[in-house]
């Protein structure tokens, strides 16, 4: 190696990249004249270069491209169509009602009206099953009606005067 | 960018699907070069193909024209070949790797120690190394070895500064040649 290589190799990369000024390239091409380090260096990086690039200029020149236009039309008409999520906000974007901030309060009063009213619909109501008589006694001042449901949870016993009796007529 | 360009550019951004058409006539290839150059597998690269020009379709309308047009397509093809990598946890296969990372000559290759095979393995040997660099390094070296960017073309493409891009060369340079050392042909040549 040369005295002048250290600082000649700095360049010899920017040299082989085609990125030196003319002094440089002068200066450069000086140097590898009688420098066969240097030429070596250079040797190596076309050899790479070309190691990298053939691989890829071959399979491009395999490679057909017509079918590869199709499936990207259709990936274009399929994304062309919009989802129901799209749809509603394209349509919120362009209804003026909801360009306007009114919609705000009247989604916030919305929303509370839902939150009011769900417990009251949602309530499971207790329903009563028919009930029916189990026993009947009457007596001279007072009758008894005993009432149960037909799951047997609920009995209600009735305790009521007896009718008057009616009066002759006269 | 020329005016023909620019016009095409503006046809694609109204949803102009002819125009779009003649843009990927025009970069189909190169668009290829640079995917299959960072996955080395057909299929993958024209998956790649695919996806960028289904992307630059749906996001053409935001190239604003202040920078070259086939840096913005090439950023997204070294971007989404990259993300294709990462998603589908590229595996290189390495059948002829052994143990230490060195390379087993296959049995027709010793076989045959013919110039074409020469060059066949040392073009296999560099695509192993070029799948052990850092995803950047591998890209300035696509764009300078492959497509031939001037050092300022790559800084804009990726979006770094020029002594970046002359960094991550040299430094891809020297990786790729340290993993070849043992390798004499590179070295001395055929």
């Known amino acids: 190696m040369k005295d002048s290589c250290s600082s000649v190799s700095k360049l010899l990369e920017k040299y082989f990249d085609h990125e030196v000024t003319e002094k440089e390239r002068s200066l450069v091409e000086d140097h590898i004249l009688d420098c066969e380090t240097c030429q070596d260096g250079l040797s190596l990086m076309g050899r790479l270069r070309e190691a990298i690039k053939n691989p890829i200029r071959e399979a491009e020149e395999e490679e057909s491209f017509p079918w590869v236009w199709e499936k990207i039309e259709r990936g274009i008409r399929l994304q062309e169509k919009p989802n129901y999520w799209e749809s509603f906000r394209s349509w919120v974007s362009i209804s003026p009602l909801f360009k306007k901030k009114v919609w705000v309060p009247a989604m916030a009063a919305i929303a509370i009206l839902i939150l009011v009213t769900a417990p009251l619909l949602f309530k499971k109501t207790t329903s009563y099953s028919s009930p029916s008589v189990v026993e009947y006694v009457e007596s001279q001042t007072y009758n008894v009606m005993v009432y149960e449901s037909e799951k047997g949870k609920v009995t209600v016993i009735w305790l009521f005067e007896g009718p008057e009796k009616e009066s002759p007529p006269s | ?190």
């Open chain 2, 1 to 190: 960018m020329n005016s023909e360009e620019m016009d095409l550019i503006s046809r694609c951004k109204q949803g102009d699907q002819d125009a779009f058409k003649e843009i990927f006539n025009q970069y189909q290839k190169k668009v290829y070069r640079i995917a299959y150059g960072v996955v080395r597998q057909r299929e993958d690269a024209l998956d790649i193909v695919q996806e960028v020009f289904i992307k630059l379709f749906r996001s053409i309308k935001n190239f604003k024209g202040k920078s070259n047009f086939y840096t913005y397509l090439y950023r997204m093809v070294m971007n989404t070949a990259i993300d294709h990598i990462r998603r589908s946890r590229y595996k290189i296969q390495t059948s002829s790797i052994d143990e230490d990372g060195g390379f087993q000559l296959s049995e027709e290759a010793v076989k045959r120690p013919d110039h074409i095979l020469i060059h066949k393995e040392l073009e296999e040997r560099v695509r192993i190394a070029m799948e052990k660099l850092p995803p950047d390094q591998r890209a300035a070296l696509i764009f300078r070895e492959v497509e031939g960017l001037s050092y300022q073309e790559i800084a804009e493409t990726m979006e770094c500064s020029v002594g970046t891009v002359m960094s991550r060369l040299h430094y891809g340079r020297k990786r790729i040649q340290e993993f070849l050392k043992n390798y004499g042909k590179l070295e001395g040549g055929e």
